[in-house]
């Protein structure tokens, strides 16, 4: 095992922006197929969502070069998130480099990708997968001691959870764990995010029905409302959800009034308000809005924001009323 390699990956990573870095073996990502049996065994109709179990609990047979798994975690609590958009759209979608390809962070993934090139490791980090990537991220992260799952489903860094990960898998065999002792647990009482979820996907701790999730019906969901959820139920989320996370006292104490502008969101702001939503053109959408998206809208389906606009704007004249 080379450790020296390890090591340098690790500061490379860290040299171009990312806060933390771990490298694991391909083995060490052994429990994830029982963690996903279980999920979909509790929620058999989750099945249809996990389209990528083949390839996510067989990486040695998809890529029978890879040794290691490099997962880096990105913190996008360095930036400010405009108030007028809390609520209404995912942050980590906004504030992901994949959204801006012309921002410096986004340039620095790609510095870091040719530094291992550079370097003659073999990688492949699954951008044509996106949002899903090639492995479960989270997982990787826990596993690489980065950070802890906590009830909400969601992976904890030292702050909070608005992380954007990104792994690569890696012909090398080396290792470079970390030690995350300094993050607590959740209070064994504590129950806000399940609270706070108002489609009751996140229906007890540790649970997940995705077909509920806002953050499905919002995007790969088109907008359609299931049975027995109703439009207020949604809130003014526009694309993706981010109350379980918002709910959560590990994340409360964020300021997103603080931090650095990111590219060019501040721009889009006002295009981003629901009745303008409702009267761009699809070029527009889609030259604009769907990239901020993350992925999760792809551009043929730009009308889904306007059928989640449409909605927010009934909720919203509703309440008013
Ligand atoms: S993201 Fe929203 S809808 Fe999805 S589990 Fe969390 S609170 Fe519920
Ligand atoms: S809201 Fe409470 S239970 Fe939920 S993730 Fe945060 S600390 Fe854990």
């Known amino acids: 095992m080379n450790n020296d390699l390890a090591l340098k990956i690790h500061d490379a990573a860290l040299s171009v922006g990312y806060d933390g870095c771990g490298i694991i073996a391909l083995k060490d990502m052994s429990g994830y197929k029982k963690f996903l049996d279980e999920r979909i065994a509790k929620i058999p109709e989750s099945k ?7 390839a996510f609990v067989n990486l040695e047979k998809y890529y029978p070069w890879a040794k290691s798994i490099i997962i880096c975690t990105f913190d996008m609590g360095q930036f400010k998130f405009p108030k007028s958009l809390q609520g209404r759209y995912a942050k980590a979608f906004m504030l992901s480099p994949d959204t801006a390809e012309n921002c410096q962070e ?3 993934i790609k510095l870091f990708e040719q530094w291992l090139r550079d370097n003659n490791i073999k990688f492949a980090s699954g951008e044509e997968h996106k949002p899903g990537y090639i ?3 989270r997982h990787a992260a826990v596993y690489a001691g980065l950070g802890i799952f906590r009830k909400n489903n969601f992976f904890y860094g030292k702050n909070g959870s608005y992380y954007e990960l990104r792994a690569y898998l890696i012909d ?3 290792e470079y764990k970390n030690n995350v002792e300094d993050i607590k647990p959740c209070d064994e009482n504590c129950t ?8 009751k996907a996140l229906s007890a701790p540790y649970t997940m029905n995705p077909m509920l999730c806002m953050s499905f019906l919002t995007t790969f969901g088109g907008g359609v409302m299931p049975e027995n959820i109703e439009e207020k139920d949604l809130g003014s989320w526009i694309c993706g959800c981010d109350d379980c996370q918002d709910a959560c006292p590990h ?3 964020h300021d ?12 889009l702001e006002e295009l981003l308000q629901p009745k303008n939503i409702i009267a761009a053109s699809d070029e527009v959408l889609q030259e604009r809005v769907i990239p901020k998206t993350d992925f999760h809208i792809k551009p043929e389906n730009c009308n889904v924001l306007r059928v989640n606009a449409e909605r927010v704007m009934r909720v919203e004249c509703e309440a008013a009323n």
């Open 106 to 108: 986004f340039k620095n």
């Open 251 to 253: 994340n409360r104490k």
């Open 256 to 267: 997103w009034s603080q931090g650095k502008d990111f590219y060019n969101l501040n721009e």
């Open 172 to 174: 090398q065999d080396c």
């Open 135 to 137: 492995l479960p991220l």
């Open 192 to 199: 806000l995010c399940v609270k706070s979820c108002r489609t």
């Open 48 to 54: 249809i969502i996990y389209g990528f179990y083949d």
